[in-house]
């Protein structure tokens, strides 16, 4: 008997928003405990909601690149349930009238094409945060009223490849919406994972568990694969899975129970009376989706049609908001994408993967990036020195002129210093000249390499290989 | 002057023309306070500090010809409504030592004006209740005979204003917290519509249908508290964008035309005979001054109490959820957080606040979510289409404020289903969002006060202090020993 397992996700992702989603207080991440919180989304008594306008235009945008039905009519409602990180003892949330309806997004997952369905997207507040020391736990309301927006898939995930593809995907369309930041390290996209499994074939559903709050990818590939492994090692022995909420646990890999069916809350939903429902017009929804910025594929087709850029670079280019937001503005200062987008993917995202450069605080301004491309296209300065200056633009700060300028980098194409070198480097290598002479040609390679290196660049490789050839004739 | 016998525009004449000083009013209320408070109990905290300092800065507005109509005016504030820097309990041992860092929309606005803070309230604990006798402290006593309840759950307010010992008073209405103790202690009380007054700094019962309002001796003095405390609020989404008129504006006014609807359901079986007379008596009088009086009927009455105490129960249970004892308010002790906010709650909370914090959860629990609460919705849909009907043929609609008048200290507040029936005058009222006003209409054999009320349309306030004014004009007040 061969299992099968179905996955469905809940995906929590915290909204750019510049302040929380029912007060005034800063939505920034961090600060010292209990600075960014006010009597509102602490919950002192007689303190009101009101809702953040942006908050709603943001997961609107979510449900549009999502593929998602805009509902008409939303409200909000509370959902009651007592702990020490929710002030009010409820959360405001959304149960029968949730922003966003049904949708798709699709994935590129174990080599095929698959979509996986939305059930529903909802706006609702994050909770403060406990930090427990030795036997004592202390409450931080700093994240108390951030804007979530939950989202909630159908059970179309079928492997831990899916849902990390889905998740990745996912976390790219709200950057490039401009929705959510997804800086996963500072929790602001956490994923929820249901998983059951059933005998391949079978009609019906397995006993599900859900795996609370994984917050990286590595987490969710783990936390999925560690569980189908120990719901089939169950089965397998005969075994009941039970139907409960697990923990995952970083270090050890495992899951462990945090509680069981029978433990469940009675959430006791019921409209927010202090928030009055929103009735959407068409021309409101018409311009937050006119407002929606251009999304991760259709920049992968403009570059990839638009500007020849190979589909392997185009993909670099695009995986990473802020390099592809660099790539724009280098592409700006200087209309030439093809070979920027080359240096970027070649040297640019090495410095990043190697943890040199920072992708979210690129050193060099891209004007300057740009710049160091042209001169290169442009002959003023040579290919290879090109890293060199990027790496000095790194450290000093100075733009590629300063550099070529100080470094005297420029090409001059001085022809009687070309002619004399080559001469010079013909001299010491008799041997090669020789074994060139009796048609060995590759040893061509090594004679340009040399006078290169003693050229320091000056000279062109055209005007170098013009006066090698001529010599050697 | 005695300042009891004064209206508040009196009051304000008579400090504009320098005959008394802001302090010296604010002086003499607190005398009395000392004196006669002993009885009463309407007060739970006196704030006579800083009356002093508010005085002093209400004259200098008033020495520069600055006077706004409450400038100076000393005004008392029930409990539940936050002050800040001042203790607010809403009479519950939970929030016993809870000083608010800021203040409710309405004291903004009040403080605006130069108001003088005389002290806050009592109350029923969190506001539920029907006599004041809830309340962890200060259980209030009716100024008129001090062996009965004052009503509730604004029965200090209404008591203070009452015997003297403020004149006027803010109060809060959910389900009649404003108009019963006005009746009860021979009074005015004012609900204005739902929207109409921010509830910001309101600490909540039932959001949805909590509203606050003016308590005072007459209709054109809870129209002046009102003209001061409405408007919409940003920090109350909840807050109607309705322009705020003068809602005195048609004092005086000829009410010859207007149609007065008497719902026969109001005068039923349950309505003590006394109180009956009294209202259609009043009825009568309107009749005199040329309004015409038109029979009706609301045949969901008898399911609004049912109603009321679902809708209000559920929201006050997740409402009072916040009083765990952990940032502010009671602390319990327990190993873990469930024993410590079982502790919390369970030795923070009196028996009325606890059995509707299960009433409320049970409503709302899963598989019974549809048997009441959604129920009570519907019957919320009714109430509101029924009187929508009675308003397509009437301005405004007379009933009894409450079935009988205050009565004895411990003869009724034990039993809750007997407590929770004596609302049915009151509650549709907050159900449909509408506002109305209580006002003396007469005294029973023993001399205690009957309260009727006219109820209005929406955003209609105006016509009911025009309306109640009229009656007001040729009533006259049989004043209790306090203010003798």
């Not at chain 2, 039993?415 to 009151?426: E, G, N, Q, R, S």
């Amino acid at each position: 008997m061969k299992l099968y397992p179905t996955i469905g996700l809940e995906i929590h992702a915290e909204l750019m928003t510049e302040s929380k989603v029912f007060c005034t207080c800063s939505a920034k991440f961090g600060g010292e405990p209990n600075s960014r919180c006010c009597p509102v989304c602490s919950g002192l008594p007689g303190t009101l909601p009101v809702l953040n306008s942006k908050a709603v235009e943001y997961i609107i945008k979510a449900g549009y690149i999502m593929n998602c039905e805009i509902s008409r009519f939303t409200k909000w409602d509370r959902k009651n349930y007592f702990y020490p990180d929710l002030p009010k003892a409820y959360q405001i949330s959304q149960m029968p009238r949730p922003v966003c309806l049904g949708g798709y997004v699709d994935i590129e997952s174990e080599g095929k094409t698959k979509r996986m369905r939305i059930n529903r997207i909802h706006l609702e507040e994050d909770a403060g945060k406990l930090v427990h020391e030795n036997r004592i736990s202390l409450a931080d309301y700093n994240r108390c009223g951030i804007p979530l927006i939950e989202i909630v898939t159908e059970p179309d995930f079928h492997s831990a490849a899916d849902v990390t593809a889905f998740f990745e995907k996912i976390r790219l369309m709200l950057q490039y919406a401009g929705v959510c930041d997804g800086r996963l390290e500072q929790g602001s996209m956490r994923c929820d994972v249901n998983i059951s499994l059933a005998p391949e074939g079978s009609d019906t559903l397995g006993t599900r568990t859900e795996v609370k709050n994984l917050n990286s990818l590595r987490a969710i590939q783990r936390a999925v694969e560690y569980e189908i492994y120990r719901q089939t090692e169950l089965i397998e022995n005969g075994e009941r899975v039970i139907q409960e909420t697990l923990h995952f646990n970083d270090a050890t890999g495992e899951t462990s129970s945090l509680r069981s069916k029978e433990d469940a809350h009675d959430y006791r939903y019921f409209p927010d009376p202090d928030i009055p429902p929103i009735i959407f017009t068409e021309e409101e929804l018409a311009a937050i989706k006119a407002d929606i910025p251009e999304m991760p594929q259709q920049r992968y087709e403009r570059y990839t049609k638009e500007y020849g850029i190979s589909g392997a670079d185009a993909a670099v280019l695009i995986n990473t908001k802020a390099v592809s937001d660099f790539f724009e503005a280098a592409v700006k200062a200087y209309d030439n994408p093809k070979p920027i987008a080359t240096f970027i993917t070649v040297e640019l995202m090495r410095r990043i993967n190697l943890g040199e450069v920072d992708a979210e605080n690129i050193p060099f301004a891209p004007e300057n990036f740009a710049r160091l491309v042209e001169l290169a296209e442009t002959g003023k300065i040579s290919k290879d020195n090109r890293k060199m200056i990027l790496r000095d633009m790194t450290a000093s700060g100075g733009t590629p002129d300063e550099i070529a300028e100080r470094e005297q980098l420029w090409i001059k194409e001085d022809s009687e210093l070309t002619e004399k070198t080559v001469d010079e480097i013909l001299a010491a290598n008799p041997k090669a000249v020789e074994q060139y002479r009796n048609g060995e040609t590759k040893v061509f390679g090594f004679l340009m390499g040399q006078c290169n290196r003693a050229l320091k660049g000056s000279a062109s490789p055209a005007a170098i290989k013009r006066v090698l050839e001529e010599k050697l004739k | 002057m005695d300042i009891t016998k004064v209206s508040l525009k009196e009051l304000r004449k008579a400090l504009d023309d320098k005959e008394i000083s802001a302090a010296e009013l604010a002086e003499e209320y607190i005398g009395r306070i000392k004196t006669a408070d002993a009885e009463v109990e309407s007060y739970i905290t006196v704030t006579e500090e800083q009356a002093k300092i508010a005085a002093e800065q209400a004259q200098k507005l008033i020495d520069d010809n600055k006077a706004q109509p409450l400038t100076g005016i000393p005004l008392a504030i029930k409990d539940n409504i936050c002050t800040d820097g001042i203790r607010t309990t809403c009479a519950s041992k939970m929030l016993e030592n809870f000083v608010p860092p800021y203040n409710a929309t309405v004291i903004e606005k009040l403080n605006g004006q130069g108001y003088v803070l005389l002290g806050k309230t009592s109350m029923d604990e969190f506001a539920m209740g029907g006599s004041t006798q809830t309340a962890a402290f200060s259980k209030t006593k009716n100024p008129y005979d001090t062996g009965r309840v004052p009503g509730g759950s604004s029965g200090g307010s209404a008591a203070a204003v009452s015997a003297g010992l403020a004149p006027a008073a803010l109060g809060s209405d959910t389900g009649g917290s404003i108009r019963q103790p006005s009746s009860f202690c021979g009074v005015t009380g004012l609900k204005p519509t739902y929207g109409r007054v921010s509830r910001y700094g309101l600490i909540a019962f039932a959001s949805s249908l909590d509203q606050i309002g003016p308590i005072a001796n007459s209709a054109e003095d809870c129209g002046i508290l009102l003209n001061a405390v409405a408007g919409r609020d940003e920090h109350d989404a909840t807050s109607a964008g309705v322009p705020v008129e003068d809602f005195n504006a048609k004092i005086g006014q000829s009410i010859k035309g207007m149609k007065i609807a008497l719902p026969r359901e109001f005068f039923g079986d349950s309505t003590d005979d006394e109180v009956k007379q009294a209202v259609t008596a009043a009825a009568k009088e309107y009749e005199k001054l040329g309004a015409e009086l038109v029979d009706c009927s609301m045949s969901s009455l008898k399911y609004a109490v049912a109603a009321y105490y679902l809708i209000s129960g559920a929201e006050a249970a997740s409402n009072l959820s916040r009083f765990d004892g952990i940032k502010y308010g009671l602390r319990g002790e327990g190993r873990s957080f469930d024993e410590m906010i079982r502790d919390s709650r369970s030795r923070g909370f009196g028996a009325e606040v606890k059995r509707r914090i299960l009433l409320g959860n049970y409503a709302l629990s899963s598989g019974y979510y549809d048997a009441y609460y959604r129920k009570a919705l519907a019957l919320k849909q009714q109430i509101i289409k029924e009187y929508n009907d009675i308003y397509a043929q009437a301005d405004v609609i007379l009933t009894p404020t409450a079935p009988t008048v205050a009565y004895r200290i411990g003869e009724q507040e034990t039993d809750p289903v007997k407590m929770y029936l004596a609302d049915i005058c009151t509650v549709t009222v907050n159900i449909a969002s509408l506002p109305a006003i209580s006002l003396p209409c007469g005294y029973n054999a023993d001399g205690m006060p009957i309260g009727m009320s006219l109820v209005g349309k929406r955003f209609d306030e105006a016509t009911l202090i025009q309306t109640a004014d009229a009656y007001q004009r040729n009533f006259t007040v049989m004043p209790n020993k306090f203010r003798a």
